[in-house]
């Protein structure tokens, strides 16, 4: 266990920390899971300064996050698995004199079940952080100040307790366990503007890209989902994708329903999720999205990870899995054929998603619901 986040450790008094560092560096999803832990430091510690440290597009999920007070750009190493940054140790000094230069007194670092906190300790230890608090199953030394033990050989908890479990042993004010995630005034104007654009209200909203295409369902299996959807459910197929996903997207969208790839950044897109009748997608950042904003969301969930710890959390949801041996891999390109996804008939995604529209549909005067 830790020590309780009000003892003095180090000449720091813990109780008056003022500018706070929240460390999540990989993707989206996880960000957005990590966001009830932040609301926790936030409520314990409500005129601290509380700044996020992420990657790219986990810096998009702090910009709507009312917790948050700063955002802060970091490509880490430990986290570039398609090995794109150049190997540049000044870049990291950079980083480090960066964190240094904002003086803060505290960082939390969260992590998956998988990853060490260790390289974000230490990038925290060189900057100077004097209290440095994570959750590690390796020995830290003296990289941690606050080193939390999670249970050992049990089922991995849903991402977002396991973030608040951290949280809650450091002492920081119990929270309930739900994101947080507020598109901006101009992301809705941007949502209503394409909508417009397209003449559509009322709508299913289909995502088919991931992070990692070992969780992306084929394009193929979508457009027949996109097509059967469209055409038994009365409503208007958003496929949506981001900046490089234009053309999966139109190749999902078919005939049938409506590509907007590339037509919306991530605050637009959350934007539009938010108002979906119900979502569609795979095990990746927009099922958590879809969470966040509490729309019904059938999830084609992949292999490469529990479903007790990724799934839909708290909204009504359908989380279609195929069992095969080789689950959970972790891995991000299957090398034996996907049979994980493949095995999941495109019918049994219809399904999921008609029964999702059936249970929340308020129909308008005069309106069937969708059969």
């Not at 055409?231 to 190749?251: I, K, Y």
Request: net charge negative.
């Amino acid at each position: 266990m830790s020590e309780p986040i009000s003892s003095v450790l180090g000449g720091v008094d813990t109780e008056a920390l003022s500018r706070v560092l929240l460390v999540r560096l990989d993707n989206l999803g996880d960000v957005l899971l990590t966001t009830p832990a932040f609301r926790a430091v936030r409520r314990s510690l409500p005129g601290a300064h509380l700044a996020l440290l992420a990657g790219p597009a986990g810096r998009e999920v702090g910009r709507l996050n009312p917790d948050i007070d700063e955002t802060i750009l970091y490509r880490a190493p430990n986290e570039d698995v398609y090995f794109e940054l150049p190997e540049d140790p000044a870049r990291e000094m950079a980083a480090v004199q960066m964190l240094k230069d904002r003086n803060f007194d505290a960082a939390i670092i969260f992590t998956s079940y998988k990853q060490s906190a260790l390289p974000a300790a230490y990038l925290c230890y060189l900057a100077g952080i004097p209290l440095r608090a994570a959750g590690s199953f390796e020995g830290p030394g003296s990289l941690l100040t606050h080193r939390h033990r999670y249970a050992e050989n049990v089922p991995p908890r849903h991402e977002t307790l396991r973030g608040l479990e951290l949280t809650e042993s450091l002492g920081f004010q119990a929270v309930e366990p739900e994101m947080a995630l507020v598109p901006r005034e101009e992301d809705e104007e941007s949502a209503t503007s394409l909508l417009e654009r397209h003449g559509v209200s009322r709508f299913v909203l289909v995502h088919p890209g991931a992070s990692a295409s070992s969780r992306a369902y084929p394009p193929e299996r979508y457009a027949a989902v996109v097509e059967e959807l469209a055409g038994r459910s009365g409503l208007p197929v958003l496929v949506t994708g981001g900046p490089d996903e234009e053309e999966l997207a139109r190749r999902v969208a078919g005939s049938a329903g409506i590509p907007v790839g590339g037509e919306t950044g991530f605050g637009s897109l959350a934007a539009l999720v938010g108002r979906a009748e119900a979502v569609v997608t795979n095990n990746t950042g927009t099922t958590h999205v879809a969470s966040a904003l509490k729309r019904p969301v059938v999830t084609v969930f992949a292999g490469t990870n529990p479903p007790e710890q990724w799934g839909p959390w708290r909204v009504p949801h359908r989380l279609l899995t195929h069992p095969v041996p080789c689950a959970p891999c972790y891995k991000r390109v299957c090398p034996i054929g996907h049979e994980c996804l493949t095995g999941i008939p495109p019918e049994a995604v219809v399904e999921a998603a008609l029964n999702l529209l059936r249970e929340s549909a308020v129909p308008a005067a005069g309106e069937a619901v969708p059969s």
